[in-house]
C-alpha cells in the first residue's frame, strides 16, 4: 500500500499530459459553455444570466426545428444505408480472388480524401447542367434529370451518397470481423446442410454483431456532426428550401455570424443529449441483438 | 485461424470479378473524372469528354501559387460572410500552413498521449482506474459543445488569427489516442521493463528505450490517423483563422468555392487534386497501417 501511493506522484507526473487537457480544454470549457447557455452573450459583452430563456427559445425556433428534422432524416437514412452497404461490400472484398488486395484499396481511397475536395468533387458530379451523372441520365433518355444539389426534394439523397462514397472504413472494420469467425462454425453449419443464405444469417450475422454495433454507435455519433460536407456544397445557397442545413452548421452560425454565443451552446446541449440518448437507446436494443463469442 | 474462404472458380470466379471490378470503378470514377477536368482547358470543362482534348497545366499554375503573394483582407469574428474575394487558391501558401500545423501538433500529440499512456498502462497509483474511465468517457463528447468557450479561452490567450490554437491543444494528447497506445503498451511483457531496470535504468529512460521503439506499429498507427484528420479539418480554421496569409488547405478550397459567380470547375480540380495527393501517396507507402489501424481501433475500440 505504501508502494502505491508513493506510484501517486510518479502516476500523476506521467498522466499529467491526459489531465491538464482535460481540466483546461475540457472540463472548464464544458462547464462555461452549461453556464452559457442559460446566458444572453453576445461575445463582445459580458454574459447575462436570463435562466432557461434559450432553451425556451428552441421550442418556438422553426429553423433549429428544421435543422433537427434535417439531421435526425439525414441519420435514419444514412445509418442503416451504409451498415448494409459496408456489409455487402464487405462480402465482397471477402471473397478469395486475385487483385483482392487492389479492390480493397479501390474501395478504401475515398476515405482518406478530405470532406472539402470530395465536396468540390461531388459538386462536380451532381452539377445539373454538365456533370456526368447528368449526362448519364441524359443519354439514358431522362429528359429532365434532378437538380441534385439545388433541388429541395433531392439534395438530402444527394447528400447520402456522397457520404457512401466514404463507406470505406466500416468496410475495413468489417472484413477485420469477418476474418474473426472461426471456420468450424462454417463448417458444422455445411454438415448440417445449411444454405448459403443460412450460413449468413445464423453464422455470419450473429458473429460479426458486436462489430456492427460499434459501427453503428460511431456512425450515428458521426451523422449528428455532419458539417463539414454540406457547408462545402451549400454554404454559398443556404440550400433549396433549407433542405441540407444542418444541426452542426446551425449551431456554427449562431456562435460565430450571429454572435449568440448563449443560444449556440443550447443548442450544443441538446445536441450532446440526444446523442447519448441515441447511444444508450442502441445499446438497449441490441442487448438481444449483439452475441458475443465466449473468448 | 484466419478465415480464407476456399478459392473461386469457374462462373462463380467470372460473377465476384465483374461485381468487384463495377464496383471498385464506381469508387474510382469520381477521382478520375477530378483528374481529368484539372488538365481541361477552360472551354472545355463543360463538355461531355472525360479525357482533355488539348491538356493543359493552366489550372495548376493558377492554384499553385508559387511566388504570388496572398493578398489577404482581415475579416473579423463575423468570418465567412464578410469574407471578400482575394485572389485564388494558393497551394503553396496553404500547404505550409497545413504541414507547420501537422508537423507541430504531431510531435505533441504523439509525445503526450504516449506519455499518458504509459502512466495508465504501467504505474499502479491510487485513481488510475477512476481517472483513465474518465479519459474514456470524454471521447463521447463532441466538439461543438465546447465550440464556444474553446474559442473564448484562445481569445483570451490572443491566438485567434493565429495557426497556434490549431496545433496547441494536441500537446495534451487525445483521449482516443491515449486509449489505443494504452492498449498496446499492456501487452508489451513487463519483463522486458524489469530486466532494464534492474540494470538501473529508470522510468523515464525505459519508456524511451524499451517501450517506444517496440511500439512503432501503434505510433505509426496514430500518427498516420492525426495526420488525416489535421488535413481534412474544416471546422477548426474556419473558426479560428481569419486571414487568407493563414489559410489551410481546407479552408482555402472551401473559400476557392464559395467565391460567387461561376467557379472555375478546371481550378477547382486542380487545387482539389493538389490536396488530395499528398494522403494518397502517405495511403500507398503505408497502407497496412492505415488498414490494420482502422481494424484494431474498431474491433478492440
Known sequence: MARRSNNLLAGLLWTAPWWLGFLLLLALPLAFSLYISFCDYPMLQPPLWVGGANYAELVHDGVFHKTISNTAVFAAVSVPLTTVVAIGLALLLNLSVKGQAFFRACIFVPTIVPMVAAGAIWMWMLNPDFGPIANLMRAMGVDRPPLWLDSPDWAMGALVLVSLWFVGSPVVIYLAGLQEIPEELYEAARMDGASAPRRFWHVT??????????????????????????????????????????????????????????????????????????????????????????? | MKNQAPKLRGPSAIVSYAALSVVSLLFLVPLIWMACISFKPAREVGLPHILPKEPTLSPYAAV????????????????????????????????????????????????????????????????????????????????????????????????????????????????????????????????????????????????????????????????????????????????????????????????LQSRSGDTPWNQLMAAATLMILPVVALFLIAQRSFIRGIATTGLKG
Open chain 2, 64 to 255: 499553385i501559387g508559387a511566388g504570388a503573394s496572398a493578398s489577404g483582407v482581415r475579416v473579423d469574428a463575423k468570418g465567412e460572410t464578410e469574407r471578400r474575394e482575394t485572389g485564388a487558391f494558393n497551394y503553396a501558401l496553404y500547404a505550409r500552413n497545413t504541414l507547420i500545423i501537422v508537423v507541430l501538433s504531431l510531435i505533441g500529440m504523439i509525445l503526450s498521449s504516449a506519455i499518458a499512456a504509459y502512466g495508465f498502462a504501467r504505474i499502479d497509483f491510487p485513481g488510475r482506474r477512476a481517472m483513465f474511465a474518465v479519459c474514456l468517457a470524454t471521447m463521447m463528447i463532441p466538439f461543438p459543445v465546447i465550440m464556444v468557450p474553446t474559442y473564448m479561452i484562445f481569445r483570451e490567450l490572443g491566438w485567434i488569427g493565429t495557426l497556434m490554437p490549431l496545433w496547441a491543444p494536441a500537446w495534451f494528447g487525445s483521449a482516443f489516442n491515449i486509449f489505443l497506445l494504452r492498449q498496446f503498451f499492456m501487452g508489451i511483457p513487463r519483463d522486458l521493463e524489469e530486466s532494464a531496470m534492474l540494470d538501473g535504468c529508470g522510468r523515464w529512460s525505459c519508456f524511451w528505450r524499451v517501450i517506444l521503439p517496440l511500439s512503432t506499429p501503434a505510433l505509426a498507427v496514430v500518427a498516420l490517423f492525426h495526420v488525416l484528420a489535421v488535413w481534412n479539418d474544416l471546422l477548426g480554421p474556419l473558426i479560428y483563422l481569419s486571414h487568407q496569409d493563414q489559410f489551410t488547405l481546407s479552408l482555402g478550397l472551401q473559400f
Open chain 1, 205 to 295: 450475422l450473429p458473429s460479426l454483431s458486436p462489430v456492427v454495433l460499434f459501427n453503428v454507435i460511431i456512425s450515428v455519433i458521426g451523422a449528428w456532426q455532419v458539417f463539414a460536407l454540406p457547408y462545402m456544397m451549400w454554404r454559398t445557397r443556404p440550400g433549396p428550401d433549407r433542405a441540407t442545413y444542418f444541426y452542426s452548421m446551425y449551431l456554427f452560425d449562431n456562435a460565430f455570424n450571429y454572435l449568440k454565443m448563449g443560444y449556440a451552446s443550447a443548442l450544443a446541449w441538446i445536441q450532446l443529449l440526444i446523442i447519448l440518448v441515441l447511444t444508450g437507446l442502441v445499446f438497449l436494443v441490441s442487448r438481444r441483438m449483439v452475441h458475443y463469442r465466449a473468448a
